[in-house]
């Protein structure tokens, strides 16, 4: 059974700093593509941060230079490092597990809300 579970979620002033991590289980963690998507309200799923298996790494645009994405292939996580947020940055954020059409694997979500 594939188990895909985000925490670290939470509060945060504008300017400041969260670290979201991801478990996941039931899956050959090294196989496949480790990212982070988040959705806000009436917006569409946009990716944030992707680590491929070939040790490459995306981020979209709006937060390169503050998001820090990684991956540790003997614990089977996957972390989110979130500096310097912004209240653009608020959403639901999802961790993902990707290999291919039939082996894509999604958590329930933890909330990011940015806000004085």
């Known amino acids: 059974q594939v188990q895909i579970v985000e925490s670290g979620g939470g509060l945060v002033q504008p300017g400041g700093s969260l670290r979201l991590s991801c478990a996941a289980s039931?899956?050959?963690?090294?196989?496949?593509?480790m990212g982070w998507y988040r959705q806000a309200p009436e917006k569409q799923r946009e990716l944030v941060a992707q680590?491929?298996?070939?040790?490459?790494?995306v981020y979209a645009d709006s937060v390169k230079g503050r998001f820090t994405i990684s991956r540790d292939n003997a614990q089977n996580t996957v972390t989110l490092q979130m500096n310097s947020l912004k209240q653009e940055d608020t959403a639901l954020y999802f961790c993902?597990?990707?290999?291919?059409?039939?082996?894509?694997?999604w958590g329930q979500g933890t909330q990011v809300t940015v806000s004085s």
């Open positions: 039931g899956i050959h963690f090294r196989g496949y593509a």
């Open positions: 680590f491929h298996v070939d040790g490459r790494i």
């Open positions: 993902n597990a990707y290999q291919s059409f039939w082996n894509d694997y």
